[in-house]
């Protein structure tokens, strides 16, 4: 089993819908989780950290289960903008200087 | 700040040449990466370097060679530039071992023909 895991999709969706992702990890003692955002051809950039008691931040909401080891990402009322691919990234623990990250889902967001 | 700085943009090299990527960040950050990434895998770590003076291999270190000149700079060397070395290659940079977000350079296209 792969330490994280994402759905690649493509995930296609009208502008306006409602869209989640989940990502799962393996290691349970895993400290922080992260999503990010890419481009195409561009450098991954941060859209949000993960706290276990969930976070907003405007349209994309966050969540982490540490029970069943995954986290999620809500982006409610799409737009066009947010077509890009959606990267999952774990931060392990035990002194571990090595964040992994998921392969990334894609999402379209079309007119 | 101008963040992570990473370069050349952009490289055509010949099977067999040789090249370093230069990557540079201005945060103070102790711990440096060098990513590949090409379509349908995902980022993959070639090396990495929590501290000034250390190094390590990461997931694909095969043909790379890396040194981390100062705290500022992490540099990557192709010794004997492959095909299959053609890649999209990040540098990525964060403050400390745990609980950190990335911060990434803008990327290198390399293609080896």
């Not at chain 1, 690649?8 to 003692?29: K, R």
Request: contains cysteine.
């Amino acid at each position: 089993r792969k330490e994280v895991e994402q759905d690649p999709g493509p995930f296609n969706v009208p502008e306006g819908a409602t869209v989640a992702f989940n990502c799962t990890y393996s290691n349970s003692a895993s400290q922080s989780f992260f999503w990010y955002r890419q481009d195409c051809r561009k450098e991954p950039k941060l859209l949000m950290s993960v706290y276990s008691s969930g976070n907003e931040d405007g349209r994309f909401t966050a969540q982490l289960n540490r029970a069943s080891q995954y986290i999620s990402l809500l982006i409610r009322d799409s737009k066009l903008s947010d077509s890009a691919t959606y990267l999952c990234v774990v931060n392990p623990s035990g002194g571990s200087y090595i964040p992994t990250f998921g392969r990334g889902t894609s999402l379209i967001v079309h007119p | 700040n101008a963040g992570v700085t990473q370069t050349p943009k952009f490289q055509v090299l010949k099977t067999g040449q040789s090249m370093t990527l230069q990557c540079a960040q201005d945060m103070n950050h102790n711990s440096m990466y060098w990513y590949r990434q090409d379509p349908g895998m995902g980022l993959r770590l070639i090396y990495y370097s929590a501290s000034e003076g250390t190094t390590d291999k990461g997931e694909v270190p095969n043909g790379y060679n890396v040194s981390r000149l100062n705290k500022r700079e992490f540099s990557l060397r192709l010794e004997s530039a492959a095909p299959s070395q053609t890649s999209v290659y990040f540098c990525a940079s964060r403050a400390s071992t745990l609980g950190e977000k990335l911060f990434f350079g803008s990327g290198t296209q390399l293609s080896v023909l």
